[in-house]
């Protein structure tokens, strides 16, 4: 089955600077790439995601590049503020077996004002 | 609109007792999701709804593990003979679709077992 493993487990950043957490995965036939923000006592939210057929999204301060090949995707917070202090998870799932996430162990990223 | 929302928050049972957690979907997803996280991981799969029937079961960890969506919207994760390693905090999440959608999480039920 699907293994994806997260790094760096924690990650302190001051205030505008950017934060940069790595996945990699095992399955090749993943092609779906979610990354989720935990804040404590809530379930994970999805900030942004990644499909297989493009290397790179981008929404406002976020961002997360896929490499297939070296199977491996990255999520960069740019501009980093207090209130992105959260545990960010990232996923992995493929078609087939839709519905089936696994996730990474997440990364404790706390922004120091 | 509405959430994701997962009944009790917070449960704490006896080893051995049988417990039930509920999960209401948003309104009109037909997939639903149950995952279990444990304190410093991920969330782990147990198993996926797509509509009444479970299309994929296979994280449930053993048969005291079940879950039931009987008409396709409210769904019930149930434990039987509870045991201490049970005790998680048990994520219940919805999509529009299954595959590459969007899952909305609940808050979560906290699960301790004594």
């Known amino acids: 089955g699907e293994n994806v493993e997260q790094h760096p487990s924690t990650l302190s950043v001051q205030e505008g600077d950017s934060a940069v957490i790595k996945c990699t995965y095992s399955?090749?036939?993943?092609?779906?790439f979610p990354w989720y923000k935990q804040e404590l006592g809530k379930g994970p939210q999805l900030i942004i995601d990644?499909?297989?057929?493009?290397g790179e999204k981008k929404d406002q301060r976020i961002a997360v590049t896929l490499n297939k090949t070296a199977k491996h995707f990255s999520l960069h917070i740019t501009e980093t503020q207090p209130e992105d202090s959260a545990v960010y998870f990232c996923?992995?799932?493929?078609?087939?077996?839709?519905?089936?996430?696994?996730f990474g162990d997440g990364t404790t990223l706390t922004v120091k004002p | 609109g509405a959430g994701v929302s997962q009944t009790p928050s917070n449960k704490v049972t006896e080893k051995g007792k049988y417990v039930e957690l509920r999960c209401d979907p948003i309104?009109?997803?037909?997939?639903l999701y149950w995952y279990r996280q444990s304190l410093g991981q991920g969330p782990e799969f147990l198993i996926y709804?797509?509509?009444?029937?479970?299309?994929?079961d296979s994280g449930l960890p053993n048969d005291r593990f079940f879950a039931v969506r009987p008409e396709g919207s409210v769904s019930t994760l149930k434990i039987q003979r509870t045991e201490r390693g049970d005790s998680a905090v048990y994520l219940c999440?919805?999509?529009?679709?299954?595959?590459?959608?969007?899952?909305?999480f609940g808050p979560g039920t906290r699960l301790l077992v004594l």
């Open positions: 999440a919805s999509s529009l679709n299954a595959g590459q959608e969007t899952q909305y």
């Open positions: 399955d090749s036939a993943s092609n779906y």
């Open positions: 990644i499909r297989s057929n493009v």
């Open positions: 996923a992995a799932l493929r078609d087939t077996n839709a519905g089936k996430s696994t």
């Open positions: 309104s009109g997803h037909t997939a």
């Open positions: 709804f797509q509509g009444t029937g479970a299309a994929d």
